[in-house]
Every structure is written in C-alpha cells, then in structure tokens.
C-alpha cells in the first residue's frame, strides 16, 4: 500500500496542532515534520518541542525529517519528542554509517534523504541497512515548490538498485507531489508520498487526501 505522508512545513503554523487534527481525520497515513536550523537548509522549523507537542494529538508515525548541518547531535532529542523515524541527509553526515547506528540503537526507524543533484552512488554501501530513502524532488528549505520531473527517473533507478540488492528498503518522495505526479512516481517505485501543498492549499483536506489516493491507484 502506498503510503500519504503529510508535511506539515506546508500548513499555517498558527494552526499547526488544528493542521494534525484535521489531517490525521482525513486520513493521512503519517506525518513529515521537518527539522531546519537554517545552516542546511535556508530556513528554520520544528524544534524538538514542537514535535512532542504535536505528538499527543495522533498516534500516526512520526518522520522527522533532520535538514541540520549535524543532525547526530539532536537525534535523542528528537527520538524523546516522538518520533518514530528520523531521516538524515547524506550531504551533512560526514560518518553516515554511524548516525546510521544511532538511530538504529534508539529504537527507530532510520532513513537517508538525497537533494536532487545528490547522485544514489552516495548510498552504494548502506542500502542494506536503512529503513528508507527520501528522494528529494525539490531543492530543500521551502514548501509550495515545483516538482523537479527528473527525479521520476532517479526514484526507477533507486527501485532497480533495491531489486538487484535485494533491499527492503522503502522509497519516499518530497517535494511538489500531488494528484498530477502521484501515478508516475509509484509506478516508478515510490512507496511513501510526502504530500504538503497539495493537500494543506486546497481548502478541503479530506478531499485533497483523497484526490492523491485516487491518482496514486492509477
């Protein structure tokens, strides 16, 4: 089944708690909370605090999302706050194996994102031992940007090297997805749909949940 993440950097912060609520009631299968310090990605969102607050209105999974220039120096926090995954960017990991480790030995899922220009052969050694990839399909910082539609062919890519592998990682994708992109990018082998504008800037976020199932049925 694939898999409806919601990103919340694309909701009105001065309702974000109402933006769960209302989220996890249409029935979003997860949350996608993005963790910026303004160093790796030109913004700042969602402190260790915040996501504890968040955490007692739902119990659907948790991603955080860790855009920080040293992401191992918060992983506790963020695992104490509620998540249930923490994702880390290759880019800012200088021993990515390692922060790899500690997730794993905090009891949570642990996944590895790639910006756009990020090619797989980054992650050639590690694939055996993550949980999931994050394809990045925009260039990180910023909600309500355009899809970069190349990143369909790196996600088929990404599927080909997990089957040759024999992986069992999952494939996730953020970054301009909605009803327009949703049947290429799971044909393509995505399996976790980040969704953020396309659901949280239509007004009718039941009817924006569904419009993304639908595409992604094909």
């Known amino acids: 089944m694939t898999v409806l993440a919601a990103s919340l950097l694309a909701a009105d912060s001065s309702w974000l708690g109402e933006a769960v609520r209302q989220a ?49 120096r918060f992983l506790r926090r963020y695992a ?31 996944g590895v994102a790639l910006n756009p220009a990020t090619p797989l052969s980054t992650l050639e050694w590690i694939l055996q031992g993550i949980d999931r990839v994050l394809v990045m399909s925009v260039n990180p910082g910023f909600p309500g940007q355009s899809h970069i539609s190349a990143m369909t062919q790196k996600v088929a890519s990404l599927a080909r090297l997990r089957d040759e592998l024999g992986a069992r990682f999952r494939i996730s ?44 049925r094909g």
């Open 173 to 216: 994708v953020d970054g301009g997805v909605g009803p327009a992109n949703a049947a290429e990018l799971v044909a393509a082998g995505c399996g976790i749909l980040v969704c953020g504008s396309s659901i949280f800037g239509t007004g009718n976020l039941h009817a924006a949940v569904e419009a993304v199932r639908q595409a992604a």
């Open 24 to 72: 996890d009631a249409a029935g979003v299968d997860a949350f996608h909370i993005d963790a910026m310090d303004g160093h790796f990605a030109p913004n700042i969102a969602f402190g260790p605090t915040t996501v504890k607050d968040l955490r007692a209105l739902t119990t659907r999974e948790f991603d955080v999302h860790l855009m920080l220039s040293h992401p191992d």
């Open 80 to 110: 104490e706050a509620g998540a249930n995954v923490l994702t880390v960017h290759v880019e800012a990991c200088t021993h990515v194996h390692r922060v790899l480790g500690e997730i794993r030995e905090l009891g949570l899922q642990c």
